[in-house]
């Protein structure tokens, strides 16, 4: 016969392990009920290629100069008196930039100006003694060899008169040089030259630059300059050749960033290549008329090579790169992605133009391509039109390096 204790704990264990099992059953069907629904679809942003013509650009980096750099130097030797021009400022052909003492020269001068009158008294008495001679040997009154002599000192004379009157003229053009000139209209140069130096005709003084027009010097590869050759001709175009500045094929991005006025023509066309770097020099030339570029200034040269009839082009962050391959991420009509290998081709501004791999009715993913995976399915919602309608800026066509990656 079971003890009443060992029969009551007993009851109690079992009624216990019933309990936890209908407390275990319980909840095995509420988290059944409670299990969440499936995910929805990721959401994306799509957007159709923009299809349009694009103009392709070529950016060089140009370095300015003055269509002509005067280096101001003396003609004559001296202590330097006076500056006459303010620095940095338009000065015209002619305009006295510099004055050295003239005292010296000025006595040369009047030095050569008595010797001139004194050798032209001695000729002109010497054609009075001639002209008195030859009567007289005529009728036989003097000798021949008289008047012989007579007409030596004349040549004599005459030969003197001229030696002295080139001296004159080197005299008055030592002392006119004492006023050194502008020889161009020009942005006048810091000067070099202080009053009181003793400067000679080595003597670097100032520089005056004429700055309108303006060359631009840049320098293409030797496979770029060929294509220009090819497709524009020679780039040996002068400017007098009749046409305007403003009608020519160049545009000059400044160090800002922003593009100048003025549009500009191709001038010349160095003699050689560069053997160590594969480039030729290059110059442009472009309108100036406030005289804002000034030599030394560097800028971007850029000329439109091309013109891509109905481009597709989409944002730059839909193309990603791996291993140099560029994808891009396509959503089907069963709202599945698809990836597609791509090769792009030039950029202008935020947008790449795609030369092969898309079409036109594509709805390409502009935001979340990196969520997402082949054949996945997605829930592709409308761009905003800033993304997707972005108009081109312009900026050079070049093959790109790199994408922006996950993106």
């Known amino acids: 016969m079971i003890p009443w204790k060992v029969r009551r704990a007993s009851g109690t264990v079992l009624g216990l392990g019933v309990s936890i099992a209908l407390s275990l059953t319980a909840a095995t069907a509420a988290c059944k009920k409670a299990a969440p629904p499936p995910m929805p679809p990721l959401a994306v942003a799509v ?4 299809q349009k013509d694009v103009p392709i650009y070529q950016d060089w980096i140009g370095v300015l100069d003055g269509f002509v750099n005067a280096q101001i ?6 202590y330097l008196l006076k500056q006459t021009y303010k620095e940095g400022t338009v000065v015209h052909a002619g305009d006295t930039l510099f004055e050295i003492d003239p005292r010296t ?14 050798f032209q008294a001695i000729l002109a008495n010497a054609k009075t003694t ?42 008055q053009l030592n002392l006119g040089w004492c006023k050194v000139t502008s020889p161009i209209d020009g942005v006048s140069g810091i000067a070099k030259a202080q009053v009181g130096n003793l400067i000679n005709p080595n003597t670097e ?15 293409p590869s030797e496979t770029e300059y060929m294509a220009w050759v090819l497709k524009h001709g020679p780039m040996t175009k002068t400017i007098e050749d009749g046409a305007s500045l403003e009608q020519g094929p160049l545009q000059l991005i400044l160090a800002d960033g922003t593009v100048y006025d003025h549009r500009g023509r191709p001038f010349l066309a160095g003699r050689e290549v560069d053997v160590k770097t594969g480039t030729i020099t290059l110059a442009g030339v472009f309108p100036n008329p406030d005289n804002l570029l000034r030599p030394g200034q560097y800028g971007k040269v850029r000329v439109q090579t091309d013109l891509k009839k109905g481009a597709l082009l989409v944002p730059q962050r839909a193309v ?31 947008l790449w133009v795609i030369e092969k791999g898309l079409a036109a009715g594509d709805r390409v993913i502009v935001e ?7 054949g996945m399915e997605v829930n ?28």
């Open 368 to 374: 979340g391509a990196a969520k997402v995976r082949p």
């Open 47 to 50: 957007a159709p290629p923009i």
């Open 130 to 171: 001639v002209a008195r001679y030859k009567p007289l040997a005529a009728e036989k009154a003097i000798s021949q060899q008289e008047l012989d002599d007579a007409e030596t000192k004349e040549r004599t004379a005459q030969a003197d008169v001229e030696a002295t009157q080139a001296a004159l003229e080197k005299a």
């Open 105 to 118: 020269f000025q006595a040369a001068y009047d030095q050569a100006k008595g010797n001139l009158a004194q």
């Open 73 to 78: 130097r003396p003609q004559v030797e001296g």
């Open 320 to 350: 990603s790169e791996l291993q140099g391959n560029f994808q891009i991420a396509v959503v089907g009509p069963d709202n599945k992605v698809e990836i597609r290998a791509v090769e792009p081709g030039p950029r202008v501004g935020s």
């Open 205 to 219: 003084m100032t520089t005056v630059s004429q700055v309108n027009p303006i060359k631009v010097y840049f320098n």
């Open 380 to 407: 592709p919602q409308p761009a905003p039109a800033e993304a997707a309608d972005e108009k081109p800026t312009g900026a050079a066509a070049e093959k790109p390096a790199q994408a922006a990656s996950g993106k």
